[in-house]
């Protein structure tokens, strides 16, 4: 990637469903792959969704990264809208684990994604590889760079980190389970996590006007995975941002309370940038963004690192 020049206008190929088999999973795992048409040694990212989404959302994000020259990987989870799971299906309560199991799933399976997707074969860098997601996704993406979720008598669980994933970007990702609301006590046990293992550098991304019905905290709690991990994080806060961050799960969806274009802008080009430096050290492309945001007159977040 250092040295090409790739812009908006790079044509993307996107195939999908590509489907991966998965025994004991109830289905097969769906997946959306999206490419820049040209270009080899292309570095992966595994994007999870938030909850009820599925391969095709979060265009803003998926299709920036793809013409950036990243190969995006978007796996549909049970909890998908699309997919209609009722609450008492007995996959329910494990659903926070089989996701974890469906990003393995997709780096146990790129040489089937690569052959799938007609004209990608030969193209994939495996040695740079990078996690992604939002909301539960974040949480999901999370453990794969080290964070736990811890049991009930609040010790950490299981280690899920993969030594193939070399760098994480985690959106609106929720926070410690000290303050969790009846609601997601009851009905989110897993929320709970431990970010003392969360070792693989990452980019954490929060909104300052994310109010969480599922914490009885402010927004500051969505910053919870930038303060208790090690270092070797960022973190960026997003001026005004609710839950959507300025609406990266689609354009005109819904569910987007704070649209903003503008944010959405700078939240592809950061996390392209930071990306970018992470997976190839001596990029000086995550600097020049965090340099052009620092002297911005009128900031849209804010950036810290440690």
Do not use: C
């Amino acid at each position: 990637m250092p040295g090409t020049s790739l812009s908006d206008s790079t044509m993307v190929i996107s195939a999908k469903p590509v489907v991966l088999p998965a025994p004991g999973r109830g289905e097969d795992l769906q997946v959306r792959v999206s490419a820049p048409a040209t270009g080899g040694e292309l570095p992966v990212v595994v994007f999870s969704h938030g909850f009820g989404w599925s391969m095709n959302g979060y265009a803003p994000l998926a299709d920036h990264w793809a013409a950036q020259g990243f190969v995006v990987v978007q796996p549909t989870h049970l909890d998908s809208r699309t997919l209609g799971l009722p609450p008492e299906d007995p996959r329910t309560p494990r659903i926070w684990r089989l996701r974890i199991e469906d990003l393995t799933r997709v780096l146990d399976g790129l040489d089937v994604l690569e052959a799938s997707v007609p004209g990608l074969a030969g193209r994939l860098d495996r040695d740079r590889v990078a996690v992604a997601g939002h909301s539960w996704g974040a949480q999901t993406a999370s453990t794969l760079l080290g964070a736990r979720v811890r049991d009930p008598d609040g010790a950490p669980g299981e280690d899920m980190s993969d030594p193939r994933v070399k760098a994480g970007v985690l959106l609106a990702m929720a926070g410690l389970g000290d303050d969790l609301t009846p609601f997601a006590v009851e009905h989110l046990p897993f929320m709970r996590p431990s970010f003392d293992t969360m070792t693989a550098p990452a980019l954490i991304v929060a909104g300052d006007s994310d109010d969480s019905a599922l914490t009885t905290r402010g927004p500051d709690w969505f910053t919870d995975p930038y303060t208790y991990s090690p270092g070797n994080k960022s973190l960026l806060t997003l001026f005004g941002a609710e839950h959507s961050l300025g609406g990266i799960p689609g354009y005109e969806v819904a569910e987007t309370s704070d649209e903003s274009p503008a944010r959405v802008a700078l939240l592809q080009r950061l996390t392209t940038a930071y990306l970018r430096s992470a997976l190839y050290p001596g990029d000086p492309g995550w600097k020049a963004a965090a340099a052009a945001l620092e002297e911005d007159p009128e900031p849209l977040g804010k950036l810290q690192s440690k």
